[in-house]
């Protein structure tokens, strides 16, 4: 069935290129190569801040092009710090926690309350949890959605919010890589988001159209996390994206797919099956 495969797309390759995962793909290609014969290989990412490394991995490092889009044109950003109010103090009453917790949750509020949808992006799964459970308590039009709900649930969220029936999704990096949720017009990052690359993937599933911009904010808890939040969001600003460490050489990958080119052919010399795996490149220096 992949004899005649002619082009092989690979989408969010950053997330590839730096994990075991990746390196069995480096090597499935080249299996696939085999039986296909050349064929073209397409890499999608908006955030790869070494694409010459990246290219290298996708195409076992052969000749390849490079088409990139300027970042800083199509991103905006806010960095901001709420300040405590007499409402938050009694919002934090009301919803038995601090008032500092009390005043980012009315921030959240009120951003939602000024767009359409909107996806609020946090780094845990517990906080995730913990922020949904205190919109539930204002009847807020706010869902929750990550990987570690039930298949059902997590479609049921995805399906309301693209009908319009949720204002905003809380979410973890679930969200990061494009499951079709409709059309998202603000991002708003809880906490910093420690990374440009990340910065970048979440914002820019808002505004996911051509010559649209994409806004977002982030909320900062406290001043340390601040400066960092702003340093991140002037980097994605620039562009500047963190490298992708390429993952090389892991052995047990190796045993892996040397069964599977095994079951490839039923019967492939040893010296045909090194050259294939070390046609990959995160292996191109395995030694015989």
Do not use: W
Not at 62 to 81: P, Q
Not at 126 to 140: C, M, N
Not at 237 to 254: P, R
Request: overall charge negative; some cysteine; glycine content about 8%.
């Amino acid at each position: 069935a992949l004899r005649d495969v002619e082009h092989v797309v690979v989408d969010e390759v950053h997330e590839l290129a730096g994990a075991k995962r990746g390196a069995q793909l480096a090597i499935g290609l080249e299996r696939l190569r085999e039986l296909a014969g050349s064929f073209q290989r397409v890499g999608l990412s908006a955030t790869v801040g070494d694409p010459e490394s990246v290219g290298n991995f996708l195409t076992g490092g052969r000749e390849f092009d490079v088409a990139s889009v300027d970042v800083a044109s199509t991103v905006e950003f806010d960095v901001v710090s709420p300040d405590v109010t007499a409402a938050d103090e009694r919002l934090g009453n009301e919803l038995v926690t601090s008032a500092e917790m009390a005043s980012h949750v009315r921030a959240i509020r009120e951003i939602v309350a000024a767009h359409d949808s909107t996806l609020v992006f946090v780094n845990t799964r517990q906080t995730a949890e913990a922020l949904g459970s205190r919109f539930k308590e204002l009847d807020a039009s706010v869902g929750v959605h990550h990987g570690s709900l039930a298949k059902e649930t997590r479609i049921d969220v995805e399906d309301r919010f693209k009908a319009g029936e949720l204002d905003a999704l809380l979410c973890t990096s679930s969200m990061e890589l494009g499951i079709d949720v409709g059309r998202i017009d603000h991002v708003v990052q809880y906490n910093s988001p420690r990374e440009v690359a990340r910065l970048l993937q979440r914002v820019g599933r808002a505004g996911h159209r051509r010559d649209a911009v994409s806004t977002g904010t982030v909320i900062a808890t406290h001043p340390d996390e601040v400066m960092e939040a702003l340093a991140i969001a002037r980097r994605a600003g620039a562009g500047d994206v963190e490298t992708v460490g390429i993952h090389h050489g892991s052995l047990d990958t190796v045993a892996n797919q040397i069964a599977g080119i095994a079951m490839d052919f039923g019967d492939v010399p040893a010296r045909r099956a090194y050259r294939i795996v070390a046609r990959a490149y995160p292996f191109r220096d395995l030694s015989e």
